[in-house]
């Protein structure tokens, strides 16, 4: 169990080296079997570390057994183990989708799947800043590769604007990070956060800079306006499936600006406290306000649910800006549900497209698809989902975040974007549903369309869509334990002092 800790990291990159040895030698349905057989097995391991922090517990494993800061450490408290247990849930579902036909085309799609899952276990376990931005780099190179999957013109597109702008963060990422540990000696988080507080004023300037550069990083990787407009490209050009992971990639900047800005340049570190402050929550409506446009203004169905993620970041950073212990909560259980929530839509929306044909999910009245009840029914469930509707777990995400805000000054401006983003959201969806099946019901009638060349659902397709909604009711019949178990964890967060006496021991006496 001592190494417990380390085997989320280590068992998709071994995975990872399976699949791409065997990649010639065995059939693609055994591999398959051999990637979903990997994922039950992560979600296990994540599940036995849920097991051991629920209590409060922060986990510290130190790699070759040098103590912190000289050496790297990993650090499993509530917060990284709640990003786990999200991220391995909707990447099998998201395989679940993909062996039914879509990983077929390349033999690299397998590996580069679990590669990805490296890199996101290992950004959410790293105790160190400078392995943080190794375990970027490997989960966006694995991002390119499962984005160009079977090619295309748009996804070639979209491709080369993704590596283009997460290029240029990398590289800010490097400034930032070799900033920090010119000025203070250590890129350990913990003890950054001792020597952040402990900065000479001669200092302030350049840690504050480069604290400030880190935000930029963070807010590309989130999609925070104005650096968001990669997303929608890249979310809707991209496989279903992949899209469906790429839900838990925009929450890894969200992440890293709740760690990092809670623990470095937290309300404890002194003359760098609350660093990003002023900045975050204006950024986080304005970046509300534009995704919304983007989903009225939206011509296809997968551009839509793009802008949606664009909407969720907004809404979960604003409340990870109010910087309360309920806002976090709130925050955390938003977090989750939009994550199985866009991942579902993503896949319900090339169910859609395939039953169309040449329309696929452009926002046009079309040939009625096969089983439009069915696939309208499911429709419907996942607007209500994401638009916020009760009784489902986005309205409980949102009410939480709204409760959160009720007493602060800010609270004006958190109701007005997030009250007008959902009656907007509504109405677009509802467009959308209307254009895509009651007005084709009307479209067949007249010209006797049949959809020639589109392809009926399966349950093999239905069925991850299904496993994702019912991990959204479980969100819901569970939001007691589950709401509590995120408050706990922003009140961990916003005592840094545990995590730092967790890392680098109790100071000595004097």
């Known amino acids: 169990m001592s190494h417990l800790i380390i085997a989320p990291i280590l068992f998709p990159l071994l995975a990872a080296t399976l699949l791409l040895l065997v990649r010639r030698v065995i059939p693609l349905r055994v591999r398959r079997s051999l990637n979903l057989v990997a994922l039950v097995i992560q979600i296990l391991l994540v599940s036995l570390l849920v097991q051991r922090v629920a209590g409060g517990e922060i986990l510290v494993y130190a790699l070759g057994n040098w103590p912190a800061p000289y050496g790297i450490v990993m650090v499993a408290d509530r917060l990284s183990v709640w990003m786990l247990l999200v991220t391995s849930l909707v990447a099998f579902f998201a395989m679940l989708y993909a062996v039914r036909g879509t990983d077929a085309g390349s033999r690299h799609f397998h590996p580069l799947f679990q590669l990805q899952l490296f890199g996101l276990s290992g950004a959410f376990l790293t105790g160190d800043l400078f392995n943080l931005f190794v375990f970027f780099e490997i989960l966006l190179l694995a991002s390119y590769g499962l984005l160009l999957h079977r090619g295309g013109a748009n996804r070639v597109r979209a491709g080369l604007h993704f590596v283009a702008l997460n290029l240029a963060g990398s590289t800010l990422f490097l400034f930032a990070v070799g900033t920090l540990y010119a000025i203070l000696g250590t890129l350990n988080m913990a003890d950054l956060a001792v020597k952040a507080a402990a900065t000479p004023p001669e200092n302030l300037g350049v840690v504050r800079a480069a604290g400030l550069l880190l935000f930029v990083v963070f807010a590309l990787k989130a999609a925070l306006i104005p650096l968001y407009l990669w997303l929608p490209a890249a979310y809707s050009s991209t496989s279903a499936p992949v899209a469906a992971l790429f839900a838990i990639m925009t929450k890894v900047g969200a992440y890293s600006i709740l760690r990092v800005y809670t623990l470095i ?246």
């Not at 970041?313 to 910087?323: D, E, H, I, Q, Y």
């Not at 959160?404 to 009656?423: C, E, K, N, R, T």
Request: include cysteine.
């Open 265 to 510: 340049f937290g309300a404890e570190a002194g003359p760098v406290a609350d660093l990003i402050g002023p900045w975050l929550l204006p950024l986080a409506l304005a970046t509300m306000t534009i995704g919304t446009l983007g989903m009225l203004a939206a011509h296809e169905l997968r551009r839509q649910i793009a802008y949606l993620v664009v909407v969720s970041v907004g809404l979960l950073l604003t409340a990870f800006a109010l910087g309360t212990e309920a806002s976090i909560g709130a925050g955390l259980y938003y977090l989750a549900h939009s994550t199985f929530a866009a991942a579902a839509f993503f896949l319900l929306a090339d169910m859609i497209a395939m039953g169309r044909g040449t329309l696929a999910d452009r926002l046009d009245p079309g040939p009625v698809i096969a089983n439009a009840n069915l696939i309208g029914g499911f429709f419907f469930v996942t607007a209500i989902l994401v638009s916020g509707l009760p009784p489902l777990s986005g309205f409980l995400g949102k009410y939480m975040v709204l409760n959160a805000a009720a007493d602060l000054p800010s609270m004006p401006w958190v109701f007005g974007v997030i009250l007008s983003a959902g009656l907007l959201g509504v109405i677009a969806l509802a467009r959308s549903g209307s254009l895509l099946f009651y007005r084709a019901e009307g479209l067949i009638e007249r010209t006797g369309a049949a959809g020639r060349h589109a392809v009926g659902p399966n349950w093999g397709r239905l069925l991850p869509i299904i496993g994702l909604l019912l991990l959204c009711v479980t969100l819901v019949v569970w939001a007691g334990p589950l709401s509590d178990y995120t408050r706990a964890t922003a009140e961990q967060l916003l005592e840094p002092s545990v995590y730092i006496r967790a890392v680098l021991g109790d100071p000595p006496s004097p």
